[in-house]
């Protein structure tokens, strides 16, 4: 198992910013590529935005503009800074690294919780 530990979620409201950290351990970090992922209540988990490791970035449609991922191959890091955050951004943030050339996800993180209110 691969520690991966979110953290910087918490209560803030709308329009409001946070930022989450992801720290990673025992693993070529460089060499995977990142992803952050948000579990509405009561909804599937969903993909919100990743980052190659040649720091290509997509982001979901939802988050377009307002969340920035971000990465720090020294520190085995990734971010994800939250800005103009709505009430359906609500939910648990889950850290994940998948190596470069595979189609999934292996590594997971235990999850934060954001919640936001009006």
């Known amino acids: 198992q691969v520690p991966i530990v979110e953290t910087g979620g918490g209560l803030v409201h709308s329009g409001g910013s946070l930022e989450l950290s992801c720290t990673v351990s025992?693993?070529?970090?460089?060499?995977?590529?990142m992803g952050w992922f948000h579990q509405a209540p009561g909804k599937q988990r969903e993909v919100v935005a990743s980052?190659?490791?040649?720091?290509?970035?997509i982001y979901a449609d939802s988050v377009k503009g307002r969340f920035t991922i971000s990465r720090d191959n020294t520190k085995k890091q990734v971010f994800l800074h939250m800005t103009n955050l709505k009430l359906e951004d609500t939910g648990v943030y889950y850290c994940?690294?998948?190596?470069?050339?595979?189609?999934?996800?292996?590594?997971w993180g235990q999850g934060t919780q954001i919640s936001v209110s009006a």
């Open positions: 994940a690294a998948k190596p470069l050339r595979s189609g999934s996800y292996q590594f």
């Open positions: 025992g693993l070529d970090f460089s060499r995977y590529v």
């Open positions: 980052i190659s490791t040649a720091n290509n970035i």
